[in-house]
T-cell receptor
């Protein structure tokens, strides 16, 4: 299957700082990328949908000014957690897909964020 | 988006066949059914996807009845390494309308 990478795999930062997470589709063009957050022993929660070249669509309850998403190319989307706080500590996962109906959505390995 | 219902947990033994059934009564005409496997601290891994009838690949089979209101993931001869959470999702799976909403998944515990 297609490969999606994330960088970094884990990051520790101080409260109040911003953290950028990259999501790349390595061998296909991803017209759409999705960002999820997962807390321990819980399911994945969709945060936003990101289309190349346009603004992201955020799910209800997700602060768009806190979680900045940029999808500048067909192979790269970034999630920036601004002014991070300890409650933002979580496992962030991206996924990517093309535009063909039924095309499989592939997930990245995830990024573990710990805010001290 | 169609909601899915799966058993919260299942136990099995090595070498047995495991069947996990998912209900999706409100599936739309253009929705696909996709199953993912997730290990702790990893992203979900694609297992299998289907639209109707039966789909088989090298790791699993997916059975979908004619009304498409449910589906069954079949894992032949499981091993300890198949212990994971399995998610059933319904949606277009692609493009900007392809967002997938995860349910609680099924935690499969394979015992020796």
């Amino acid at each position: 299957g297609a490969v999606v990478s994330q960088h970094p795999s884990r990051v520790i930062c101080k409260s109040g700082t911003s953290v950028k997470i990259e999501c790349r589709s390595l061998d296909f063009q991803a017209t759409t990328m999705f960002w999820y957050r997962q807390f321990p022993k819980q399911s994945l929660m969709l945060m936003a949908t990101s289309n190349e070249g346009s603004k992201a669509t955020y799910e209800q309850g997700v602060e768009k000014d806190k979680f900045l998403i940029n999808h500048a190319s067909l192979t790269l989307s970034t999630l920036t957690v601004t002014s991070a706080h300890p409650e933002d500590s979580s496992f962030y996962i991206c996924s990517a897909t093309g535009r063909t109906p039924g095309e499989t959505q592939y997930f990245g390995p995830g990024t573990r964020l710990l805010v001290l | 988006l169609a909601k899915t219902t799966q058993p919260v947990s299942m136990d099995s033994y090595e070498g047995q066949e495991v069947n996990i059934t998912c209900s999706h009564n409100n599936i739309a005409t253009n929705d696909y059914i996709t199953w993912y496997q997730q290990f702790p601290s990893q992203g979900p891994r694609f297992i299998i996807q289907g639209y109707k009838t039966k789909v088989t690949n090298e790791v699993a089979s997916l059975f979908i009845p004619a009304d498409r209101k449910s589906s069954t993931l079949s894992l032949p001869r499981v091993s300890l390494s198949d212990t994971a959470v399995y998610y059933c999702l319904v949606g277009r799976g692609s493009g900007n309308t392809g967002k997938l909403i995860f349910g609680q998944g099924t935690t499969l515990q394979v015992k020796p």
